[in-house]
């Protein structure tokens, strides 16, 4: 069992920034893959970037350029930069972590992004 914590998550302006933070209750170290989602109220959930064990990141289209998912595996965190944000990334963002390519797979309790214009 994997437990995720994330923080982070605020109120901000169109075009700042915010770092979100992903700590997991384990070594992250040989987790296969791990990843930030987000979902917009009326909305489904949506992978906004992941970053694989090897360090291979992906992007969402929509958040390319502007955010940076990274790993810290000495302190079992990921972190989601974002910056030149917009009112249309608010969301509610999760973090999620995949053991093995076959899973099991864990989710953080999620946290709240505003963007105002």
């Known amino acids: 069992q994997v437990q995720l914590a994330e923080s982070g998550g605020g109120l901000v302006q169109a075009g700042g920034s915010l770092r979100l933070s992903c700590a997991a209750s384990q070594s992250i170290f040989s987790i296969n893959a791990m990843a930030w989602y987000r979902q917009a109220p009326g909305k489904q959930r949506e992978l906004v970037a992941g970053?694989?064990?090897?360090?291979?990141?992906n992007y969402a289209d929509s958040v390319k350029g502007r955010f940076t998912i990274s790993r810290d595996n000495a302190r079992n965190t990921v972190y989601l930069q974002m910056n030149s944000l917009k009112p249309e990334d608010t969301a509610v963002y999760y973090c999620n972590a995949y053991l093995t390519a076959r899973g099991p797979e864990y989710w953080g309790q999620g946290t709240q992004v505003t963007v105002s214009s």
């Open positions: 970053i694989t064990f090897g360090g291979s990141t």
